[in-house]
């Protein structure tokens, strides 16, 4: 029985947990789909969908994905075409939730790179690779420098640029050629124009989102998608005792 995902696949997943389970559960997905897109032979249908339930939970498992992880896979012999299409369902809703939580932290950590602000550190790179292989100085430092403005310029083609390619850029940069006297100069105004550049334009971002954010009051708390839950049932909840004194408290 074929797995629908490889181990090297997993490998090249992000590494943070919440992460690599959304894109194990989206490669699986593809692979089921691409499957039995066209299978008419129910039983094997069959097969490719507890395939990938039982590899979709067991990865939630491993990296403790709740409520995912407390799913009871249904056995073949009882199978009924609802629990799938609930179970999709429900994974839908929360993985949407473990994506919009992976976006937030990532735009926190990075910064989305657009035209102009892209085409001047592009420029302000190729400057700083020319500065340092005119350096007086040894040739295996130069070499280094040079693959860590070469990687640098790699981060930059990506469609955000982590704030910690900018730190390692600027540290390797600026320590290696602290000891090189007047020709560190500009290069060492170099990385602080990359570091300018990227701080006003991630400043005009927070702008135009703070200036699209809804009010407080508008915001609303996402749900469950329902109260019965796929392969196990939630408990239902007691009635909270309060008085009607208390009514001012409650902050909606």
């Known amino acids: 029985m ?4 490889t181990q090297a ?10 992460q690599r389970f959304v894109g194990i559960e989206e490669i699986c997905r593809k692979r089921l789909y691409e499957e039995t ?4 032979d129910w039983s094997i249908i069959q097969d490719a969908r507890l395939r990938y339930m039982s590899t979709v939970v067991a990865a939630a498992k491993y990296y403790k994905i709740e409520p995912i992880s407390e799913v009871e896979l249904p056995k073949k012999t009882s199978w009924k075409d609802d629990e799938f299409n609930d179970f999709v369902a429900e994974l839908q809703f929360y993985t949407m939730q473990l994506m919009l939580e992976s976006a937030e932290k990532n735009s926190r950590l ?16 190729s400057h700083l690779r020319d500065h340092v292989r005119k350096l007086d100085g040894p040739e295996a430092r130069i070499d280094r420098l040079v693959r ?3 990687d640098f310029e790699k981060e930059l083609r990506r469609p955000r640029l982590q704030y ?3 730190a390692a850029l600027s540290m390797v940069i600026i320590s290696s050629v602290a000891d090189l006297g007047g020709a560190a100069t500009t290069i060492t ?9 990227v701080g006003l334009a991630k400043e005009e971002q927070n702008k135009e989102a703070a200036s699209r954010m809804l009010p407080q009051a ?35």
């Open 218 to 252: 508008e915001v609303k708390k996402l749900a469950p998608p329902r109260t019965e839950t796929f392969g196990r049932s939630a408990p239902k909840p007691k009635a909270p005792a309060y008085s009607s004194d208390l009514d001012d408290d409650i902050p909606f």
């Open 2 to 5: 074929n797995l629908l995902i």
């Open 189 to 197: 105004e170099l990385v602080h124009k990359v570091q300018e550049t």
């Open 148 to 150: 860590v403005i070469d």
């Open 37 to 40: 897109g066209s299978e008419q």
């Open 110 to 125: 990075s910064i989305l790179l657009e035209g102009s602000t892209r085409d001047r550190l592009f420029t302000l790179v």
């Open 9 to 18: 696949e997993i490998e090249a997943l992000p590494e943070d947990p919440r």
């Open 164 to 166: 910690i390619a900018v």
